[in-house]
Structures are given as structure tokens and as C-alpha cells.
């Protein structure tokens, strides 16, 4: 098999225990990474068993709440005294918030930008120095993959509190891939864009859908999405992690500041 420079990699997923982080954490692990796994859930919790057992021995299990300074110190700790390195740092965690403008509370906003901006931005802050060691020994440096959206390139109704973090996260992502380009750190940094992908977090952004009366049924709109997305389907979480994979291997060792989409044609239109 070719070396794609994954094999013995050391790999931090966040939000790893469903979803397009858990698709993320089981590529990278059949491929030969050190994962680890991190969530909100706490270590008994057995999903967390659960998901290691299917990962394999050379996976582990933080938890993490990525809007802690603290939480993110402490798997720096954890990473420095362990590996003394990380060569890939897949931030993914994320939630969603649906609803009319007028109607949406300064609380809700912050919440979700803190989880899906702020933790972007303490996750490549605190782990800089662990992945430019990291990043010194691998062809192209270590590589961060920051979990945008399609929804950070076009607007959507009623999401617009999701569409400004998934767009700050874009261009956080450029900005910091050029910081380091520039003072020559071993490090990339790009950002994925999915589409519509069928994992909780989309169950639970339809349902919401559904309680503010939008529509019958979650099913009944993710089909309609289905129906507008070219390829008249959803996406499955495995082939988001495929795309992730890719940028965290050496085949994608001259991409920097790069957004990668994946969406079934949908900004295509």
C-alpha cells in the first residue's frame, strides 16, 4: 500500500463519538493513526467503549468540551507528556441553530459561536507548538482540518447564526494557514465543506424544523434536501472522512488555506 504518511500518525479528533468525527476517527485509525477521541461525554460512558473497541488499542478517549481553555490545556498536557508531538488535529465539533433572525437570543448566538468558532481557535492556539514538532518530520508538516459547512459559502434561511461560524471558521482557517506558511511552521491548515450529511446533528436541526412547525416530519425534509442536492441524495458521514483523510495525508502535502467541497454539486448550482 502507498504511504500516505498516516501510519503511526498521532490524531486529535473533537466531537469523535458520532457523526462525521466518529467516521473521521475510524479512517484514520484503519489507516494505521494514534487517535484520540474526544466529546463532552465522560470516560464510563458506554458509547465511549464502545467506540474504542471499534477503533482498536492504539485509540484513546479525552473528554474535551472545546469551548475550555482548560479542557484544551489539559489534552496538550496529555499530548505532550505522551507523544511529545501531534501531527494532525481534525477540529469537527459543532452544533447548529435554526430560526428567524428577530428571533433568535444573544445567548443562543454566543453558544454556538463558541462552539463552533472559538473552539477552532483554541484548538490550533493550544496545540501550535506540538503540531509544528509534529509537522518537522512529515512531508508537507502536520495538517489541520477545520469542519466548515457549504453553509460557510452560501446563505441558507432561517440559519444565519450557523452560516456566520461556519464562514468565520473559513477564513480563520486561511488566515492561520498563512500566518504559518509565512514563518516557515511545518504546518496545514484547511477546511472542509460538506453538504447535507446524514448524522445526529442533521436529525436534530430538522426536528427543530419540525417543532416550529416547517414541516410534518424530520424525513419529510431531509428528503426535500435530498431532492434540491444534484445528486439527489445525502451524504454519509464516511465520505466526509474520506475527504478529511485526504488532507491529513501527504497527498495533500501542497495544500494550504485550501477549502474543500463536498457536496453533492449543491454550491455548484
Known amino acids: 500500500m502507498l504511504d500516505r504518511g498516516?501510519?503511526?500518525?498521532?490524531?486529535?479528533?473533537?466531537?469523535?463519538?458520532?457523526?462525521?468525527?466518529?467516521?473521521?476517527?475510524?479512517?484514520?485509525?484503519?489507516?494505521?493513526?494514534?487517535?484520540?477521541?474526544?466529546?463532552?461525554?465522560?470516560?464510563?460512558?458506554?458509547?465511549?467503549?464502545?467506540?474504542?473497541?471499534?477503533?482498536?488499542?492504539?485509540?484513546?478517549?479525552?473528554?474535551?468540551d472545546v469551548t475550555s481553555e482548560t479542557d484544551w490545556d489539559l489534552a496538550r498536557g496529555w499530548v505532550e507528556n505522551r507523544w511529545g508531538g501531534l501531527d494532525v488535529l481534525v477540529n469537527n465539533a459543532g452544533t447548529d441553530m435554526v430560526g428567524p433572525v428577530d428571533q433568535a437570543s444573544l445567548a443562543?448566538?454566543?453558544?454556538?459561536?463558541?462552539?463552533?468558532?472559538?473552539?477552532?481557535?483554541?484548538?490550533?492556539?493550544?496545540?501550535?507548538?506540538?503540531?509544528?514538532?509534529?509537522?518537522?518530520?512529515?512531508?508537507?508538516?502536520?495538517?489541520?482540518?477545520?469542519?466548515?459547512?457549504?453553509?460557510?459559502?452560501?446563505?441558507?434561511?432561517?440559519?444565519?447564526?450557523?452560516?456566520?461560524?461556519?464562514?468565520?471558521?473559513?477564513?480563520?482557517?486561511?488566515?492561520?494557514?498563512?500566518?504559518?506558511?509565512?514563518?516557515?511552521?511545518?504546518?496545514?491548515?484547511?477546511?472542509?465543506?460538506?453538504?447535507?450529511?446524514?448524522?445526529?446533528?442533521?436529525?436534530?436541526?430538522?426536528q427543530r424544523w419540525v417543532d416550529q412547525g416547517k414541516a410534518a416530519k424530520a424525513q419529510d425534509l431531509m428528503d426535500a434536501i435530498a431532492g434540491m442536492t444534484p445528486v439527489k441524495r445525502l451524504a454519509q458521514p464516511d465520505e466526509i472522512a474520506a475527504a478529511i483523510a485526504f488532507l491529513a495525508s501527504s497527498d495533500a502535502s501542497y495544500m494550504t488555506g485550501s477549502e474543500l467541497v463536498v457536496d453533492g454539486g449543491w454550491t455548484a448550482q
Not at 125 to 150: D, H, K, Q
Open 6 to 64: 498516516l501510519k503511526g500518525a498521532r490524531v486529535l479528533v473533537t466531537g469523535a463519538l458520532r457523526g462525521i468525527g466518529l467516521a473521521t476517527a475510524e479512517r484514520l485509525a484503519a489507516e494505521g493513526a494514534q487517535v484520540i477521541v474526544t466529546d463532552l461525554s465522560p470516560p464510563d460512558d458506554p458509547l465511549v467503549g464502545q467506540v474504542l473497541g471499534r477503533l482498536g488499542p492504539a485509540a484513546v478517549y479525552l473528554r474535551l
Open 108 to 206: 443562543a448566538w454566543h453558544r454556538l459561536m463558541s462552539i463552533n468558532v472559538d473552539s477552532v481557535f483554541l484548538g490550533v492556539r493550544t496545540f501550535t507548538a506540538a503540531l509544528a514538532a509534529g509537522g518537522a518530520g512529515r512531508r508537507g508538516g502536520a495538517s489541520v482540518i477545520n469542519v466548515a459547512s457549504i453553509m460557510g459559502l452560501v446563505g441558507f434561511a432561517e440559519t444565519s447564526a450557523y452560516n456566520t461560524s461556519k464562514g468565520a471558521v473559513r477564513l480563520f482557517t486561511k488566515a492561520v494557514a498563512i500566518e504559518f506558511a509565512h514563518a516557515q511552521k511545518p504546518i496545514r491548515v484547511n477546511s472542509i465543506h460538506p453538504g447535507f450529511v446524514e448524522t445526529p446533528l442533521l436529525h436534530v436541526g430538522m
